[in-house]
């Protein structure tokens, strides 16, 4: 008797010290600007019975109820994806109490199930992703750490939106510009005359890649000091997880083009010269892109390659983000993605994904009609690639191939 009294003290007092933990976190993250133009905003999954719906006017209800929908999400068992249309209003039973409910204006209601197709499509790719996380043929760096091992530096690439409940691991190369700007759009950061800015397409690009435009994870660590891992688990428990990604070898094409066939200074100071010093035998390539352009100058796609492959090039610093492994960036093995997305099916994987994370009526993903690498060009853009080299190559980014279910591109390889 005694102990079971004990015991329930103690759970008691535990959960006012959990709760008044919550309360000191949630202030925190409702003083920034990301809950203020939101008077009604439930949490990410599950929404909120009618009665506690109702406009607030000013700070402090909808700060209340923000820790009301957090910690309903805690109580709640664990759901799974918000696909199922959101819930309508049933009229007359909720027309007796004295204010209406209003369903959180963002959800659009879909009449028709998401087609079996997509959903298989998705359920394919994630257990993909756990099978070749838990196979021991599929073996990189820090596949076996856990998420606590990972330095924070690392996790640079998972941008939060905390209104929607949103965490995206962007991958350069694989529309990133564009989910990016999504991903402003929705987190409602950018204001243009005091407006939330609604357009994805008129955010210069500039702006979509400055990272003061994006929560980061690695940002945590100076908002939350001590207690950011912990927010962090629970974040990645309780938010929808997505990234995007593409052929390994084709998104190396795309990287090669858009920094080194383009005028890019930048990559070049970086990147070209070290190229062509150390593979081109130019003991003083062109100072500038412009001079380098202007003679006609520039690392060819083989001299990349060997960059790459080169043993000095990650010791002098990792992989530029254009092309680090998307294990590297996005480690999906820590994190169980909840959507994959590839660039091959994009506008599908688009629609899909903006359906499911409930947000298909306030942004539409912008469609391209740029050039894209496209995979057929693969064996040309190899063609002057040692085979030896292109093998090494595979290699290098083998664990992607298999954990994103890319084939083994054998006629490369094989010749
Ligand atoms: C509410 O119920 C009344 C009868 O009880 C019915 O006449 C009315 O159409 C209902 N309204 C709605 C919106 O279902
Ligand atoms: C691991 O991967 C290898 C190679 O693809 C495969 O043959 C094997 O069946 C996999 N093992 C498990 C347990 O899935
Ligand atoms: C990960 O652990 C497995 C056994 O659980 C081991 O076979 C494998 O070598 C380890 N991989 C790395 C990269 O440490
Ligand atoms: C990013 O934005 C901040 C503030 O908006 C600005 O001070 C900074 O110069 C920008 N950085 C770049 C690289 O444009
Ligand atoms: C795309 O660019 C490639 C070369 O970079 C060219 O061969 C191809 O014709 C272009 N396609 C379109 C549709 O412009």
Not at 259 to 285: C, G, I
Not at 303 to 329: A, I, S
Not at 399 to 410: H, I, K, M, N, Q
Request: with cysteine.
């Amino acid at each position: 008797m005694g102990t079971s009294r004990m015991f329930r003290i103690f759970v008691v007092l535990g959960s006012a010290f959990m709760i008044l933990l919550i309360i000191i976190y949630w202030d925190d993250v409702g003083a920034s600007h990301l809950y203020l133009h939101t008077p009604v905003s439930p949490g990410p999954k599950i929404p909120r019975p009618p009665a506690q719906q109702r406009p607030q006017t000013s700070r402090t209800p909808s700060f209340l109820s923000d820790i009301d929908a957090f910690v309903n999400q805690f109580l709640e068992p664990g759901t799974g994806e918000p696909t199922d249309p959101a819930p309508v209003d049933t009229g007359n039973q909720s027309e007796k109490a004295e204010e209406r409910y209003v369903p959180r204006q963002e959800w659009k209601i879909h009449l028709t199930p998401l087609a079996a197709e997509l959903r298989d499509r998705q359920e394919q790719r994630r257990r993909l992703l756990q099978d070749m996380c838990s196979n021991d043929s599929v073996a990189f760096p820090g596949k076996n750490r856990s998420f606590d091992d990972i330095p924070n530096k690392e996790l640079d690439h998972l941008i939060v939106d905390d209104r929607h409940g949103i965490i995206y691991c962007y991958v350069p190369k694989v529309a990133c510009s564009n989910w990016k700007r999504i991903m402003i759009v929705l987190s409602e950061s950018l204001l243009q005359d005091g407006v939330p800015q609604r357009d994805p397409l008129t955010i210069p690009r500039d702006l979509v890649h400055n990272s003061s435009m994006h929560f980061t994870f690695n940002k945590f660590w100076k908002r939350y000091g001590k207690f950011a891992r912990h927010l962090m688990k629970v974040k990645l428990k309780k938010y929808t997880k997505f990234l995007f990604v593409r052929d390994p070898f084709v998104r190396l094409i795309s990287a090669y083009r858009n920094k080194f066939e383009l005028r890019n200074e930048d990559f070049y100071r970086r990147f070209a010269q070290v190229m062509l010093r150390r593979y081109a035998n130019q003991p003083t390539p062109p100072a500038s892109v412009d001079e380098a352009f202007a003679v006609g100058v520039h690392p060819s796609f083989s001299h990349f390659v060997q960059y790459l492959l080169d043993p000095q090039t990650e010791k002098e610093m990792p992989f530029n983000e254009h092309w680090r492994q998307v294990y590297r960036l996005c480690h999906p093995c820590q994190i169980q993605y909840d959507f994959v997305g590839h660039l091959e099916t994009a506008e599908e994987d688009a629609e899909h994904l903006l359906r499911q994370l409930r947000v298909d009526n306030v942004v539409e993903f912008p469609t391209t009609h740029r050039n894209l690498t496209a995979s057929s060009w693969e064996a040309d853009w190899f063609n002057a690639v040692p085979v030896e080299a292109r093998r090494e190559l595979y290699k290098l980014y083998e664990p992607d191939f298999r954990l994103f279910g890319y084939e083994r591109p054998d006629s490369i390889l094989n010749e």
